[in-house]
């Protein structure tokens, strides 16, 4: 599974599945930190709609981890202040990069997880849409 | 008259940090910072929003300690995020891929994806609900789940796909249209602003401009000193997703991204016409965009920002809110606050100076008098 999809999983869905995860390869194997989770800012680079051209919307607050195993670099970035979830996502992303077997049984894991984060997001949008205007001609 | 320097006063500053604690405190109540975050959402989206720092935990710190004051808040947010080291660039976002929770549109009834009205207090009767001063936890947990459990309607409106309310009139050729323009933006925080300014600079001194600020400003826009009659064609509020590149490879595919999280914003895009001298005189009506947009739901602040962004464009020499000068070094909550409150610190030796004069100028005309 992709990066990028994977990181949305890990972090749109419950914290325990990451725990699980990092933990599963940490026991197997020796996870250096290699920076230890550390506050830092995103700058969130915007296009607007007017004239189609960028500008800097603001910056965003974020923890970062970084560790290593077997020489291999992880990385753990999430939006505010979660250090545990951040060397998570780093020893995942490590885990990742050097494709460990583990990885391959991870997918099952995402994919439900995936599906429930999912069905919350339809049920979200339902909650949302019952404030949908419905207009009525008024006969004058 | 000769000057003298002088110190002291620590004591005193001591005491007087002590009396603020106090102050704070006095009532012997105190306010969790998870209470905070969890109930003072409009405050924390105007702190954010101003300090140009996205981060709700650090908001309800900075409220809590600054006992509610919004230009204490801000600043304390913005002096922290200095310290902070900038780690990465989003990659551009675009309000096009928005999971919307709210959506209007006063200039057309009928939208694609329909008008949503989300959360809003623009349809309650601004009453004050006593209720509330006896409103127990349980009360609200009971509340909360039954409107959790409600009957979810059927509708298979997909809020991550509304199109742009724009896109009509300019489908019509009744709005420009724009190619994207990929020139890096330049960063009010890195670089100090020269005038003649860019677009990327007006738009993120207005996004982080004190909401009063920008909210009067955008008025006398609309009632004398602007001359533009807009029409807010699309408000939409919702998050966008984050994405950045994997910092160790930069030319790494879209798949390779890193997701960092949501951020919520209130976007607002208004319809606002201009003549335009076609050839032999003859006139026709076009219209411009006003952009604005801001961290979290502050509508208020996002329209008085299209509305200035309009102003900006425009340039009109006869009107003050076109004056970028004018307007962008007077809107800053940080710049603006820190200026005017300055003004009570020690102007000891300033002053005396000012004295001397005034004296001096005094005993010249009474000498004169006396002379005559």
Request: proline share 3%.
């Amino acid at each position: 599974m992709n990066r990028k999809r994977r990181t949305e999983i890990l972090i749109k869905g419950s914290t325990s599945i990451a725990k699980g995860l990092a933990e599963e390869i940490q026991n197997k194997y020796d996870v250096k930190v290699i920076e230890e989770p550390n506050y830092g800012l995103i700058m969130v680079k915007m296009r607007e709609g007017a004239k189609k051209s960028l500008f800097y919307l603001g910056e965003v607050l974020v923890t970062e981890t970084k560790v290593q195993i077997n020489g291999k670099l992880g990385i753990g970035i999430v939006k505010g202040n979660n250090p545990d979830l951040s060397l998570y996502l780093a020893i995942i992303d490590a885990a990742y990069n050097l494709e460990l077997k583990e990885t391959k049984a991870f997918k099952d894991i995402l994919l439900k997880e995936e599906e429930k984060i999912n069905n919350e997001n339809k049920k979200y949008k339902s909650k949302i849409l019952k404030s949908k205007v419905n207009f009525d001609t008024m006969d004058v | 008259m000769g000057y003298v320097a002088i110190k002291g006063g620590t004591k005193a500053i001591e005491e007087s940090i002590k009396r603020l604690k106090y102050e704070r405190l006095k009532e012997k109540k105190i306010v969790n910072v998870d209470d905070i975050k969890g109930s003072m959402r409009g405050l924390i989206d105007q702190v954010m929003s101003e300090s140009s720092l996205c981060s709700r935990e650090l908001a309800s710190i900075a409220i809590k300690q600054a006992e509610g004051n919004m230009e204490e808040a801000v600043f304390l947010l913005r002096a922290y995020r200095s310290t902070l080291p900038r780690k990465h660039y989003t990659k551009v976002l675009d309000t096009d891929n928005m999971l919307v929770e709210r959506r209007i549109s006063a200039s057309f009834k009928d939208i694609p994806g329909g008008q949503i009205l989300g959360a809003s207090y623009d349809y309650t009767h601004r009453l004050i609900d006593f209720d509330l001063t006896d409103e127990s936890l349980e009360d609200a947990i009971k509340w909360v789940d039954d409107y959790e459990n409600e009957k979810i309607k059927d509708d298979d409106t997909d809020l991550k796909k509304l199109p742009k309310v724009v896109d009509y009139l300019r489908e019509e050729g009744l709005i420009k249209t724009y190619e994207d323009n990929n020139k890096e933006p330049i960063d009010v925080t890195k670089k100090s602003i020269e005038f003649p300014t860019e677009r990327s600079e007006r738009l993120q001194i207005l996004t982080r401009g004190q909401t009063g600020a920008i909210t009067s400003l955008g008025y006398a826009a609309l009632r004398a000193y602007g001359a533009l009659h807009p029409t807010v064609g699309e408000l939409r509020i919702g998050s966008l997703p984050i994405y950045i590149d994997n910092p160790l490879d930069q030319s790494s595919k879209e798949e390779d991204s890193f997701y960092i999280g949501d951020i919520k914003i209130t976007e607002v895009e208004s319809f606002i016409p201009k003549e335009i001298e076609k050839e032999k005189g003859r006139k026709e009506i076009e219209f411009d965009i006003g952009y604005g947009i801001c961290y979290g739901q502050n509508e208020t602040k996002a329209i008085a920002m299209s509305i200035l962004d309009n102003c900006l464009e425009t340039g009109n020499k006869k009107y003050p809110t076109h004056d970028e000068e004018f307007v962008l070094l007077h809107i800053d909550s940080v710049e603006s606050t820190g200026f005017i409150s300055h003004l009570k610190l020690p102007h000891y030796v300033t002053f005396q100076s000012k004295l001397d004069s005034a004296r001096k100028t005094k005993k010249g005309e009474k000498d004169n008098e006396d002379r005559l």
